[in-house]
């Protein structure tokens, strides 16, 4: 089976940098697979776009040498097995607030016996190759995303679920599940304190932990503390960053 490119860079002890598509547009995600970007993740949650789109994206990222990631709009078995047999490389799923929550993702990720996929891999299988049904359990990633208090209190029963690869923090939620206004410093009011110990007992237990930074001070901060995956902005940011900078300059 390809190999899974961000389990690489964990022997190597690399941080993977992730891009984040949120726009229907299969031309900017292979531009930010060709950028160099080491995955892409196709945000179902919040993109404007439905399921319906992502073989596509998932196709014009797979033309680069960026891993195909999805993060789904829910904890739904049926909506996940479609985005694996898509061809994504790794889940990243909302919401995960308990061990059962963390059952349900990984039933839905992992073949018999680590869970229940039903077989029918299509692209996946053409991405993948032929040997898929064998090794995408231990090739495809998981990550369930923790964003809110109620996922930090239960961060060891969660870690602890077989099939599990790790974590993806999400800081705005989990900002407003503390009663913080999301957008705003990721240290402010012991947001940062509450990331940091999320980070902990992952690298505590050598599970995989990656995090959705807003700005490239946080993403530095992370980068610092060890952290597998960093996603420094989506792809709205990115150009709307860009943009603002070439006016600014331009109207001096």
């Given amino acids: 089976m390809r190999p899974n490119r961000l389990r690489e860079l964990v022997t190597l002890k690399r941080p993977a940098i992730n891009a984040w598509l949120s726009c229907n547009s299969g031309y900017i995600a292979e531009v930010l697979g060709q950028c160099g970007f080491d995955s892409v993740t196709v945000d179902l949650q919040h993109g404007q776009f439905g399921m319906d789109v992502v073989p596509s994206l998932l196709q014009a990222i797979s033309s680069t040498d ?69 090794a995408a359990n231990d090739t495809l990633l998981t990550l369930a995303m923790i964003e809110t208090i109620e996922g930090v209190k239960n961060i060891d029963d969660i870690l602890d679920v077989a099939g599990l690869d790790g974590i993806y923090i999400g800081p705005n939620d989990l900002a407003i599940s503390m009663g913080i206004n999301p957008g705003g410093s990721w240290e402010a009011a012991e947001l940062g304190v509450t990331i940091c110990h999320i980070v902990e007992r992952c690298q505590t237990r050598q599970k995989y932990v990656g995090i959705f930074c807003g700005d490239m001070a946080m993403a530095s901060a992370m980068k610092e503390r060890g952290l597998n995956m960093l996603t420094p902005g989506n792809d709205i940011q990115l150009i709307r960053s860009e943009a603002g900078s070439r006016l600014a300059k331009l109207r001096e």
């Fill in 66 to 134: 960026a891993m195909p990631l999805v993060r789904c709009a829910e904890n739904s078995f049926g909506d996940i097995n479609k985005i694996l047999d898509s061809g994504a490389y790794g889940i990243i799923c909302p919401m995960i607030d308990n061990r059962q929550d963390a059952e349900r993702f990984v039933r839905a990720c992992r073949y018999p016996p680590l869970g229940a996929r039903s077989y029918g891999p299509a692209r996946g299988l053409l991405y993948g190759g032929s040997d898929y049904f064998d």
